[in-house]
């Protein structure tokens, strides 16, 4: 797993970027390690997750037990958002599929977007 996670204070965002192959361990693992974060666990900071040099390799399947889990944590992230950069095509259909589906069901907004600059400018307003 190839990944990187850092925290902008000034934004207030938890920034992650992803390489390569990311497999549903792979976002599993990362949420772990979020939730060992103070600024998203208790600041409130957003999320901005680079997967532009990545492809998902996930199953449909896993988006649901993604969602039940983010159920879980809802108290942590109600009202937070998180701008996913996205460019495979396969990884961007996977992702709004994932993005409707977790619009409807948990209290996070979550966005696709295909350049920093764009989903920057959203995480912000």
């Not at 969602?67 to 495979?88: C, N, P």
């Not at 095509?89 to 409707?100: N, T």
Request: glycine share 2%.
């Amino acid at each position: 797993m190839d990944y990187s996670i850092s925290i902008d204070h000034e934004l207030k965002l938890i920034r992650y970027t992803h390489c390569g192959l990311i497999k549903a361990e792979d976002i599993g693992q990362v949420w772990k390690e979020f939730l060992t974060i103070k600024e998203f666990t208790e600041l409130k900071y957003n999320l901005f997750s680079d997967y532009s040099n990545s492809k998902l390799q996930i199953d449909l399947d896993f988006a649901t037990e993604l969602i039940k889990f983010l159920q879980s944590i809802e108290s942590i992230i109600k009202k937070k958002k998180q701008a996913l950069i996205v460019t495979d095509p396969h990884s961007v259909a996977l992702s709004m599929i994932f993005e409707r589906e977790l619009s409807e069901k948990v209290d996070f907004n979550n966005k696709i977007f295909s350049t920093r600059e764009a989903a920057l400018e959203w995480l912000q307003f």
